[in-house]
């Protein structure tokens, strides 16, 4: 059985391991590692987010989300550009 997820790219191991995040409903739920060679080139970076296939605890199909990508870099950005602010106004 095919099961589909969101993922993040938590990091790549040696240059050739990648340690996959898997989410459902925005929360982490499990730990899938792949050669980085299954990712798309565009998509071999950390915080990488995809959508991807997986059977038998095996990567199948890996599609790059560059726009949600870029969405969550911009929110941890203002989330970081806030705490800042807030610990630069308690001084």
């Not at 095919?2 to 938590?10: I, K, P, R």
């Not at 059977?55 to 929110?75: F, G």
Request: charged share 35%; glycine share 2%.
């Amino acid at each position: 059985m095919t099961e589909t997820y969101t993922a993040t790219l938590d990091r790549i191991v040696d240059g050739q391991t990648a340690v996959l995040l898997l989410e459902e409903n925005g929360e982490t739920v499990e730990q899938l590692e792949a050669d980085v060679t299954k990712l798309p080139p565009e998509a071999q970076h950390e915080r990488a987010v995809l959508e991807i296939a997986v059977e038998a605890s095996e990567l199948c199909e890996a599609e790059y989300l560059p726009e949600v990508t870029q969405s969550r870099k911009e929110s941890l950005q203002e989330r970081l550009d806030r705490l800042s602010k807030t610990l630069s106004d308690q001084e």
